[in-house]
């Protein structure tokens, strides 16, 4: 597609819920990203695919995050058992680059999870 | 560990008036650097980036900034704001694959 597709872009999940973030990259881009966004706060690094293969999950807050990108194009975030400390917007970004810092990343519009 | 540092949380500036947003960093090696933009409902996107070369870099819409290694900074700036510049900035750094980001500046320019 022409940009990043994220969906769904609200949810509401009552705590103890899981939830399941999907990201569409831009048809080619090898590197995808994901960060989590809190209120009033810059995007947190979460993981990183290079194609299928998840080289960096150090950001991941807990077990209860798990990402994935089976082949290598969609990837989805899940959280298990969700808290009220993980409402926030989760951002997914894509690169064409591989591993380089010259990574220029092209976001999403994000999927806002709201916590009850 | 990669840091990034923005001084000013929230500005209001009049149309006219001149910008100047900070960003300090703090990274051991060779880093490239990024300000990123997000409008009122819209994406996050690059406003300008520096890789390497002539540290005084310019983005779209008027905007510049400028490397300085020695401050570890690359402060954001525009001579001339427009009540379109109304938007959140974000200064950014990667330093191998990464890329770590300020916690914003939110800028609203009165018309």
């Known amino acids: 597609g022409a940009g990043v597709s994220q969906s769904p872009r609200y949810k509401v999940a009552k705590r103890g819920q899981d939830v399941a973030l999907r990201c569409d990259p831009i048809s080619g881009h090898v590197s995808l990203f994901w960060y989590q966004q809190a209120l009033g706060q810059g995007p947190e690094f979460l993981t990183y695919?290079?194609?299928?293969?998840?080289?960096?999950k150090s950001g991941l807050p807990s077990d209860r995050f798990f990402a994935e990108r089976p082949e290598g194009s969609v990837s989805t975030l899940k959280i298990q058992r969700t808290q009220q400390e993980d409402s926030a917007v989760y951002l997914c970004?894509?690169?064409?680059?591989?591993?380089?810092?010259?990574?220029?990343?092209?976001f999403g519009a994000g999927s806002r999870l709201t916590v009850l | 560990a990669q840091s990034v540092s923005q001084h000013n949380h929230h500005v209001i500036l009049s149309e006219a008036a001149s910008l100047e947003l900070g960003c300090n960093y703090s990274?051991?090696?060779?880093?490239?650097l990024f300000w990123y933009v997000q409008y009122p409902g819209q994406h996050l996107q690059l406003l300008l980036k520096y890789f390497s070369g002539d540290p005084l870099v310019k983005g779209i819409k008027g905007f510049e900034a400028e490397f300085i290694k020695s401050k570890f900074s690359f402060n954001l700036r525009k001579p001339s704001v427009q009540w379109s510049d109304t938007a959140e900035y974000f200064c950014a750094v990667n330093g191998g694959f990464k890329t770590i980001f300020g916690a914003g500046t939110r800028l609203f320019v009165k018309a």
């Open positions: 990274y051991g090696g060779t880093v490239n």
């Open positions: 695919f290079q194609n299928e293969a998840q080289l960096d």
């Open positions: 970004a894509s690169s064409l680059v591989r591993l380089s810092g010259a990574n220029v990343l092209t």
